[in-house]
């Protein structure tokens, strides 16, 4: 189907285990869905097992840009294809410039729309303004010192640069204090637009009293087991996870 | 996962391995003796004192063992080297001097469009004697010396044989000494007490016939409170057999003066590349050392600092790349001989396709030179198992007070870097490359513009095929 991520009955896992049992989901331009679920649920697995990290492999099932199986492409083939994963725990590069990062990074995922370099640079001022960050990060390494508020937000400007149609954003708001949670929260608003499906990935549901989701997913044991509202949340801070292990898991939510 | 593609970003390569046919104006027979050398000496028709160095260190040569450590040395034969070949008889002043042929190279190479950017004098090796060579008028009225080695012998003798030699002499090594018995050409400078020199002075050195050994010898001394940066490049033709490179070069940094040389290698992969470079730095004075070492079979090279004078400096960046049947044997050597001196040394290495990268350093603090800081920092990053790297620091201390750090990190390029780079849509090879240019940039960041965009064409260039 052109215009959807879906993920299809994914089962996925890492050396060897099984993490993901099953997940279906299914994303479309201007939707933001929620993925919550308790630590070692899988949320972080189905993050990297889209993005294509090679450490992780896919048991069964499919995952489909525009109705096209990713499966065996390479982690730049999905993000010229318009994924985007937002890191929960980003790499430095040591000695590689943000400006010119980006630069490459805009000009494999964009070929169809090239800027010369001061058309670029404009480009790139929009979005800083988009994010809130200052010029001067442009002149430091890719995550070399950055702050954990800065990091993250350096992920929403690479997100916001490279403007795919889906990106996941996998546990964005970790490690923040308020004001940099508000920050962030702000940073994801400004990039959300009609033209990009997101899923955030989160633990706590702090993240969603500034972002506001359509679709809220809980992920617990490999599966997804209650799909609902942004109120399905609320119900989560109230609750907590437990009470769904209870429960007998609901089948076939999407 | 899926085998990505592999393609490079499309850059023209070809400029970096091309040959001309030259006719060249004077050339001395294979091999070496005591008729080469005093040959040599006579075509230059120069001074007895000079010819009686050759000699002296010629004679050194002969008796001299080779060295039993570093690279494998055996394969070359020195009879089967030309030790001298001109292209051109005279030195040119003015581009329209310069024979049309070498004019072709040098605009293959992009010297002209260089100069005319920014460059405050050129001074060009075309094989074994310099053919040109200009300074901007500017700094020929402050009094600043930049021409070849051979021409400043006959118009500053003096000067020359003052300084010639007093570095490195001779017997230093066996390369120094085959050097000093058939040198011709390398570059000349002299800066005046006071004079700063804001722009670079370059010179591009090249080997263009096979089996040409060049034997190049630039001398530099920097008065009192002057500054100066100097700056090499090199490129080569790409041939089968071997070809020698020993040169030697000698900075001398008076009281309170700055100097920094900086070399680009890229020497075809089957040059021997033996090179001396030592600095004398008295009292307050500054020198640099920014040296990369691509190309070349076999390279081995050890800047170094003898800081003399009480405060003096010495800062020692050398970068290696060593691809398949490549060793790159390179440090650097900082020598305390007095009060309250600091050296830092920096080496940064990649190996991959199964070559070798060595460091080889030595840091010695004489007896009576308190007060001493020194860092010395080695980082090896192997792109594959079948690469090998090394590291010699060599560590002599005479004084308990000095205050000495060494690191030393050995790594590879890490799955999580690859993926988070791939994953902003770049391609296996480019994130790679991005990772390696990373790596190096702390010597990156310190050249020209234009030098800079050129090396990263180089190391891009050499991670060629590294994926797959």
């Known amino acids: 189907m052109t215009g959807t991520l879906e993920i299809v009955d994914l089962h996925a896992g890492v050396e060897g285990k099984e993490i993901l049992k099953g997940v279906s989901l299914t994303v479309r331009p201007g939707e933001i869905h929620a993925l919550m679920g308790p630590n070692g649920s899988g949320k972080s697995t189905l993050s990297y097992v889209v993005a294509g990290h090679p450490k992780y492999q896919v048991l069964s099932g499919d995952i489909r840009v525009d109705g096209q199986s990713v499966l065996g492409k390479a982690p730049d083939w999905r993000a010229q294809h318009g994924i985007f994963l937002g890191f929960q725990y980003p790499v430095e590069v040591p000695g590689v410039g943000m400006a010119t990062f980006l630069r490459s990074a805009y000009q494999s995922v964009h070929p169809e729309k090239p800027l010369d370099v001061p058309q670029f640079h404009k480009y790139l001022k929009e979005k800083l303004r988009l994010v809130g960050m200052d010029a001067s990060f442009l002149q430091r390494s890719i995550n070399e010192g950055f702050s954990g508020g800065e990091k993250k937000r350096a992920e929403l400007l690479q997100m916001a640069v490279l403007s795919p149609r889906f990106a996941i954003l996998d546990e964005t708001d970790s490690g923040l204090d308020i004001d940099a949670l508000r920050q962030v929260g702000a940073a994801i608003n400004a990039a959300a637009s009609p033209t990009v499906g997101i899923l955030l990935v989160t633990h706590y549901q702090r993240l969603l009293n500034y972002v506001k989701p359509h679709h809220v997913h809980v992920l617990v044991d490999g599966k997804i087991a209650e799909s609902g509202g942004s109120d399905l949340a609320l119900k989560l801070e109230e609750k907590g996870y437990g009470w769904l292990r209870e429960e007998p898991p609901t089948p076939g939510v999407v | ?468």
């Not at chain 2, 085959?178 to 090249?206: C, E, H, K, T």
């Not at chain 2, 001989?337 to 603090?365: C, F, P, Q």
């Open chain 2, 1 to 468: 996962m899926a085998a990505p593609t592999r393609d490079l970003p499309s850059e023209d390569y070809s400029r970096y391995a091309f040959k001309d046919d030259i006719v060249y104006a004077t050339t001395i027979p294979k091999g070496l003796s005591e008729e080469t050398v005093r040959s040599i000496s006579a075509i230059k028709k120069e001074p007895e004192w000079m010819l009686n160095f050759r000699l002296r260190a010629y004679r050194h040569f002969v008796k001299r063992a080779m060295p039993n450590w570093g690279g494998v040395l055996s394969n070359i034969d020195f009879n089967q080297i030309t030790y001298y070949m001109s292209a051109s008889k005279k030195e040119g002043k003015t581009w329209d001097d310069v024979p049309d042929k070498v004019k072709q190279t040098f605009e293959k190479l992009g010297i002209p469009e260089a100069e005319r950017k920014f460059l405050a004098g050129v001074g060009t090796q075309y094989d074994s004697e310099v053919v040109y060579h200009s300074v901007r008028k500017e700094l020929t009225e402050k009094g600043v010396v930049f021409m070849g080695t051979d021409t400043a012998l006959r118009e500053y003798p003096e000067l020359f044989k003052k300084y010639f030699g007093t570095v490195i002499p001779p017997e230093d090594n066996k390369f120094a000494a085959l050097n000093s018995a058939v040198w011709s050409g390398g570059s000349f400078v002299y800066i005046p007490p006071g004079v700063v020199v804001d722009q670079p002075l370059q010179a591009y050195f090249r080997i263009n016939a096979e089996q040409v050994g060049q034997f190049e010898r630039t001398l530099i001394i920097a008065e009192e409170g002057s500054r100066v940066h100097y700056i090499e490049g090199c490129t080569a033709p790409v041939y089968a057999t071997e070809s020698l490179h020993s040169a030697v070069v000698e900075v001398i940094a008076k009281k309170g003066a700055q100097v920094r040389y900086t070399t680009l290698q890229n020497w075809s992969k089957d040059v021997y590349n033996l090179v001396t470079k030592r600095a004398h730095a008295h009292a307050g004075a500054n020198v640099e050392w920014l040296d990369a070492n691509t190309g070349s079979r076999l390279t081995m090279k050890y800047p170094s600092v003898y800081l003399l004078g009480e405060g003096a400096k010495a800062e020692i960046v050398s970068v290696a790349f060593a691809g398949n049947g490549q060793h790159q044997d390179a440090g650097a050597k900082a020598v305390h001989l007095a009060k309250n001196t600091t050296s830092h040394i920096t080496s940064k290495s990649v190996s991959k396709d199964g070559g070798r990268t060595t460091y080889r350093g030595l840091l010695k603090v004489a007896k009576g030179a308190t007060g001493v800081k020194s860092t010395v920092r080695c980082d090896a990053l192997m792109i594959d198992d079948r690469s090998r790297s090394d590291t010699y620091p060599y560590i002599e201390i005479d004084e308990e007070d000095a205050a000495i750090t060494h690191e030393a990190t050995v790594g590879k390029i890490s799955d999580e870097m690859l993926f988070y780079l791939q994953s902003r849509g770049l391609k296996e090879n480019e994130a790679m490359n991005l990772i390696v240019l990373g790596f190096v940039e702390m010597f990156t960041k310190e050249l020209p513009m234009e030098y800079a965009l050129e090396f990263n064409r180089l190391i891009r260039l050499e991670m060629e095929g590294s994926v797959g």
